[in-house]
């Protein structure tokens, strides 16, 4: 039998020809004509693609301004201090007790002449991180460091409560503030503080580290976001002369800034966004230093990942309804105005891809009888201007920063897609919330002191609970997989792989969440049996 006459040969050729038919197929031109209903869908979907896309282009614009501007950063300040100023390290805490000491530890490791250093230890926690970390600085300061600490009882104004109230004891001229999961490098304050030697600087903000980047594809994932805005915006914002923010640790900041500017308010979630805009408002000027790399601790679990995003999303857009009024009022260039409404509003973009989700397959439906040529016409610039930029974006970021392994970031680029689409669900009522002005606490991320790739997770302190997204994750999935069925109906292949971005990410988010309850509740009942059997 020839090649040609064989079965399977006819089959692929017969589902070849009637997929490039169809691609070409005019039957219904002239005769179906777009109803009212057709355009009410086609309308809003691509106005929000639209939107999605000048958020993408945006991306374009932020490596431009890091290409423009990078040869100028310099980690070495224009002057010094003849003598070094006071400095008081914050080193706020919550339910801490698994990386408090590390922190401790290293924090009393800083380089820096000890009559001029305070260490605070703000200590907010309900469970027995209190009575630990209270022991231990009570060793330490007795031993003749000079460290103390602050335990309130009440957490009232969450972090941004905590660091005002100390201010009140704070016996620095600068302050500089270090989250429970970071470990100040040696060298940290002596690279840092020169810089206040120019009276108008008012922050010093370094650049994370991440202790346990490879501990798993979630991690890495973590890791290029993050990198994305630490190499590239921050870079591009500070050398262009724009607004950007202190991130709320691995920074020194002037304490007169602080006062300046109204002090820590604890009305939004990102209080340290809140104060940076605030005080360059004021006229202070910042300064970013690439090369001082702080290490920290990234989440290790997905719904910690989740809530880590969501508290920043809200607190990012609470920051935007609360001080954009006054920005764009303010008299400043066009482009620090516009710099600072792309920087504060991105995560809008949430709410407007859960249009696009709900809408997606009504609107493949109504284009199946488009065509072909009008569906490029329409959707490859909006691919170009919204998926591209997202991968040139975060490939270049890590690029820059680790130039020999950029093979790497590329495998991961699905991963990175998808974790977006993970965050979809759980960012979009983030952003909600803040929009209708809907208070909530300060949701603490749990750290577990993990930085080795097979270290476990050997406790049930600190999770979070899910609650009913995991569920909701997993039927938007099974929602996208049932669209994936219907695009290879209509050999609307075009679709397909953004189709599995979007239910991978969604089954990622949701299934990873549920075996992490899973194995919380076994941990808890062998905890609860070895009490029984102890007893």
Not at 147 to 164: C, M, N, P, V
Not at 236 to 243: H, Q, T
Not at 401 to 410: D, E, M, P
Request: net charge positive; charged share 20%; proline share 5%.
């Amino acid at each position: 039998m020839q090649a040609g006459n064989h079965p399977l040969f006819i089959l692929a050729s017969s589902t070849f020809d009637r997929a490039l038919d169809s691609l070409f197929d005019n039957t219904f031109s002239g005769i179906h004509q777009l109803s009212w209903f057709d355009w009410s869908l086609l309308i809003p979907y691509f106005t929000v693609l639209a939107v999605l896309s000048v958020y993408g282009m945006y991306r374009y614009e932020v490596i431009r301004g890091y290409l423009k501007h990078r040869n100028k950063l310099s980690d070495e300040p224009p002057g010094k201090f003849s003598e070094l100023p006071r400095v008081t390290v914050q080193l706020p805490l919550y339910n801490e007790k698994f990386v408090v000491e590390r922190l401790i530890a290293e924090s009393l490791k800083i380089d820096y002449p000890a009559d001029k250093l305070q260490i605070q230890v703000l200590d907010d926690s309900t469970d027995d991180t209190h009575p630990f970390t209270e022991a231990l600085v009570a060793r330490l300061r007795a031993l003749g460091h000079p460290i103390e600490y602050h335990h309130r009882t009440s957490r009232d104004g969450f972090k941004a409560g905590a660091l005002q109230e100390a201010l009140q004891t704070a016996t620095g001229d600068l302050v500089a503030i270090f989250d429970a999961d970071f470990i100040p490098p040696r060298d940290f304050l002596l690279r840092t503080v020169h810089w206040f030697a120019d009276p108008k600087v008012g922050v010093v903000q370094t650049r994370w580290g991440y202790l346990n980047r490879h501990y798993s594809v979630l991690t890495e994932v973590q890791a290029m976001l993050l990198d994305g805005h630490f190499v590239l915006e921050h870079c591009a914002r500070y050398g262009g002369g724009m607004f950007f923010n202190f991130n709320g640790t691995a920074g020194v900041l002037r304490r007169t800034m602080i006062d300046d500017a109204g002090g820590w308010q604890h009305d939004t979630l990102t209080e340290d966004s809140d104060l940076s805009y605030r005080a360059q408002l004021k006229g202070w000027k910042f300064i970013y230093l690439p090369g001082l790399e702080c290490p920290s601790e990234l989440p290790v679990e997905m719904h910690g990942f989740q809530v880590q995003q969501s508290r920043w999303a809200k607190g990012l857009t609470q920051c935007a309804v609360k001080l954009l009024p006054d920005l764009l009022r303010a008299r400043l260039p066009w482009r620090v105005k516009l710099e600072a409404f792309f920087h504060l509003t991105p995560n809008i973009s949430y709410p407007l891809m859960m249009v696009v989700s709900a809408l997606m397959l009504p609107v493949m439906i109504v284009r199946f009888y488009m065509g072909w040529f009008q569906m490029m016409v329409l959707d490859m610039p909006l691919i170009i201007a919204s998926f591209c930029s997202i991968s040139a974006f975060y490939l270049f970021a890590h690029q820059q920063l680790f130039r020999s392994s950029w093979k790497r970031a590329v495998l991961l680029l699905p991963f990175l897609f998808a974790a977006g689409v993970a965050l979809t669900i759980i960012n979009t009522r983030a952003v909600t919330e803040a929009l209708f002005g809907i208070q909530s606490a300060f949701a603490r991320t749990p750290k577990y002191a993990i930085v080795g790739a097979k270290a476990k997770i050997r406790t049930i302190r600190y999770r979070s609970r899910s609650g009913l997204l995991p569920y909701i994750e997993i039927a938007f999935g099974t929602y996208f997989v049932f669209m994936m069925g219907y695009a290879i109906d209509t050999y609307n292949f075009l679709t397909i792989p953004f189709l599995v971005l979007f239910g991978g990410g969604y089954y990622w988010a949701g299934f990873s969440t549920l075996y992490s309850d899973l194995q919380n509740r076994l941990r808890w009942h062998r905890a609860r049996r070895l009490e029984l059997e102890r007893a």
